[in-house]
């Protein structure tokens, strides 16, 4: 009965590998994002997604492709990981676009990225 | 200048006392707040909005002073199970459903 799941939940990879980490929600809502918590724990938007449309793209490298195959799934993949990739990634979903005051963003777990 | 900013703390106290953490946030057309709490390893949840007016969920307090772009949260009586990092969001202009988020300030209650 989990609301937003991500999988793996641990990530352990090479530089220059690709790697894909997967979300999923089934709470019926229509927007979707992924967050980067770095090491001073500063959590930052990447993407939004609403009904499959991406609808916020911040200023990440296009080495991060999300990709949402209906919207209950967002997905992320990365290419050619760096160092600097290293970081817990979360997917989020919330009941709108244009949340009103009120409207919540529920979190996943989140995914623990490690680059050597 | 940070769009969000907190004192990161910590901030250590006895179980019982009330603590405040603030926060100042730099877009003066922004539109919604929140605080969220994240415990230690784990994923941010929603702790409360913080409306204009002002607003109380049982033993916390949310205040918010548009003037000074400045939001508060107000802890009483303080539990063991208050300890963890307590995130200031603010939601952007009208036409955006962006959260930005603080660093957060984090908090120790020890007995």
């Known amino acids: 009965d989990t609301a937003v799941s991500q999988t793996p939940k641990y990530l352990v990879t090479q530089m220059g590998n690709d790697k894909s980490i997967k979300c999923e929600q089934n709470?019926?809502?229509?927007?979707m994002y992924w967050y980067k918590q770095d090491s001073k724990k500063f959590l930052k938007i990447m993407f939004s997604?609403?009904?499959?449309?991406?609808?916020i793209n911040e200023t990440v490298p296009n080495r991060f492709s999300p990709k949402s195959p209906d919207k209950a799934h967002l997905n992320l993949h990365i290419n050619s990981l760096e160092l600097g990739d290293s970081a817990v990634y979360f997917c989020?979903?919330?009941?709108?676009?244009?949340?009103?005051?009120?409207?919540?963003?529920?979190f996943g777990p989140g995914t623990r990225l490690t680059v050597l | 200048r940070k769009e969000v900013e907190q004192d990161p703390g910590p901030f250590n106290v006895p179980e019982g006392a009330t603590v405040a953490f603030n926060c100042t946030y730099s877009n003066s057309a922004s539109q919604s707040f929140f605080w969220y709490r994240q415990d230690c390893r784990k994923e941010p949840k929603l702790l409360m909005s913080v409306y204009s007016s002002g607003n109380e969920d049982g033993r916390f307090t949310a205040q918010l002073n548009r003037a000074s772009q400045y939001i508060s949260l107000l802890i009483r009586d303080s539990k063991l199970s208050d300890s963890a990092t307590y995130l200031c969001?603010?939601?952007?202009?009208?036409?955006?459903?962006?959260?930005?988020f603080g660093t957060g300030t984090r908090l120790q209650v020890f007995p």
């Open positions: 969001v603010v939601r952007g202009d009208y036409n955006t459903d962006k959260l930005i």
């Open positions: 997604y609403n009904n499959k449309e991406l609808i």
């Open positions: 989020a979903s919330s009941p709108h676009l244009l949340a009103g005051e009120a409207d919540e963003q529920f």
């Open positions: 709470l019926g809502h229509d927007t």
